[in-house]
């Protein structure tokens, strides 16, 4: 079945980018997704990419999606402490159901 | 062995009515949400519960009521539909992080 892995955890230096990776096996995926969970709330969307885009920027933040290898990643540049939280990559899969990762704890260091 | 399980799968019903939607889950986790996803399939988080506690309500009408009658239930019922309520909604359970989502329920308000 669908599947969307992603390495567990990630930790990078005030000021550094940060850059969290994804992949995913639905290949009709229509949009693919970062959702962040700060400590004690519920998870808040992102940020999202059309699956026909390469690349979308906002801000702090690049969303890079290789569609032929089934890669999806998120660059966070000047990383914060604030930016200190657990991502979600998503996709959407042909049912329209979303199929989360396990997320990724992005611990920043001093 | 379902970890979180919601009933009914689908809902359709008449602008005006009221109803409920369950939320189970069987992981032993303190926290629970729901959330609603648009047509975009973008997830809106509706509330939390942390043991039988509501945590967030992020300004949702007051027409939503969730109620929690113990740890591992948490229900969502919904007064006097609208059109606009129209969604897939999923309930969640959490435990240090990891956000375990159950199938969803679609309802169809007409």
């Known amino acids: 079945g669908e599947d969307v892995e992603q390495s567990l955890f990630l930790s990078v230096r005030e000021g550094d980018s940060s850059v969290i990776n994804c992949t995913y096996t639905d290949s009709s995926s229509t949009y693919l997704y970062w959702y962040k969970q700060e400590p004690g709330a519920g998870l808040q969307l992102l940020t999202y990419i059309f699956s026909n885009m390469d690349m979308k920027q906002d801000q702090r933040l690049t969303v890079l999606l290789n569609k032929k290898d089934k890669h999806l990643s998120l660059r966070i540049a000047d990383t914060q402490t604030g930016d200190s939280a657990i991502y979600f990559c998503?996709?959407?899969?042909?049912?329209?159901?979303?199929?989360f990762g396990k997320g990724t704890r992005l611990h920043i260091l001093p | 062995d379902t970890a979180v399980s919601q009933t009914p799968k689908y809902l359709v019903t008449q602008m005006g009515n009221d109803k409920s939607i369950k939320c189970e889950q069987n992981?032993?986790?303190?926290?629970m949400y729901w959330y609603k996803q648009d047509s975009k399939k973008f997830l809106k988080i509706m509330f939390s519960?942390?043991?039988?506690?509501?945590?967030i309500n992020e300004t949702v009408p007051n027409r939503f009521s969730p109620k929690s009658p113990d740890k591992a239930h948490l229900n969502l019922h919904i007064n006097s539909l609208e059109l606009g309520d129209s969604a897939v909604y999923f309930c969640a359970s959490s435990l240090m992080g990891e956000q375990f989502f159950g199938p969803g329920t679609r309802l169809t308000v007409l």
């Open positions: 519960y942390n043991n039988k506690e509501l945590i």
């Open positions: 998503a996709e959407s899969d042909r049912d329209d159901k979303i199929i």
């Open positions: 992981l032993g986790h303190d926290t």
